[in-house]
């Protein structure tokens, strides 16, 4: 990715690797105070394995990415509530979120 900025006038780091499985996983980020940058990858080995990320409205997932084993996305993470949920059960997905 290019052209994408962090300015991290807030300095928190969350890093939290979800272990997965077919239903929604709520990914936590109260110790956050603003959403900023996200990395998120897959630490899937197996090819047909994806996991997906994205917003959380009540217990429905709005897939962000869908990411294949070993992928990787950068996004911009708005105020709200986000998730995960995988295609295929333990998979991995690791999340590293700027704040601000």
Do not use: P, W
């Amino acid at each position: 990715a290019s052209g994408m900025t962090a300015s991290m006038s807030s300095t928190g780091l969350l890093t939290s690797t979800l272990n997965l499985g077919t239903s929604t996983t709520a990914v936590v980020t109260t110790s956050l105070s603003s959403l900023g940058m996200c990395l998120a990858k897959s630490l899937a080995t197996v090819t047909t394995h994806t996991v997906s990320f994205g917003r959380l409205v009540g217990t429905n997932l709005y897939s962000s990415c869908t990411l294949k084993a070993g992928e990787a996305a950068l996004l911009r993470l708005t105020a709200g509530d986000y998730a995960a949920q995988a295609a295929v059960a333990n998979s991995k997905l690791l999340l590293t979120i700027l704040e601000g």
